[in-house]
């Protein structure tokens, strides 16, 4: 079964803002580490911003100051707040749920696309 469902993606000007959201299961969300990734065209797949299973945030340097990784527990939802927004942000973004042990698979949604331009 779908595990994360992300939304919130689209075509944004360059300065502009956009707010990604992500769905957890509540199992998933209750248990495992939160966190967003990144794909540009042509290029891998990067971590951008994720939160600790102790609850710590981390972010990529090329994001930090401009994006902001929250969650609402009673919604078993992440979000990726993303500001000033650049060309080099394009990408698919990924909402990624790491599993606490390695016995387990993480979970990946499906990804949203952000697209940034005039």
């Known amino acids: 079964q779908v595990q994360l469902v992300e939304s919130g993606g689209g075509l944004v000007q360059p300065g502009g803002s956009l707010r990604l959201s992500c769905a957890a299961s509540r199992t998933i969300f209750n248990s495992y580490a939160m966190g967003w990734y990144r794909q540009p065209p042509g290029k891998e797949r990067e971590l951008v911003a994720a939160?600790?299973?102790?609850?710590?945030?981390a972010y990529a340097g090329s994001v930090k100051g401009r994006f902001t990784i929250s969650r609402d527990n009673a919604k078993n939802m992440v979000y990726l707040q993303m500001n000033s927004l650049k060309p080099e942000d394009t990408a698919v973004y990924f909402c990624?749920?790491?599993?606490?042990?390695?016995?387990?698979?993480?979970?990946w949604g499906q990804g949203t696309q952000v697209t940034v331009s005039s």
């Open positions: 939160f600790s299973r102790g609850g710590n945030t």
């Open positions: 990624n749920a790491k599993a606490p042990f390695t016995s387990l698979p993480d979970y």
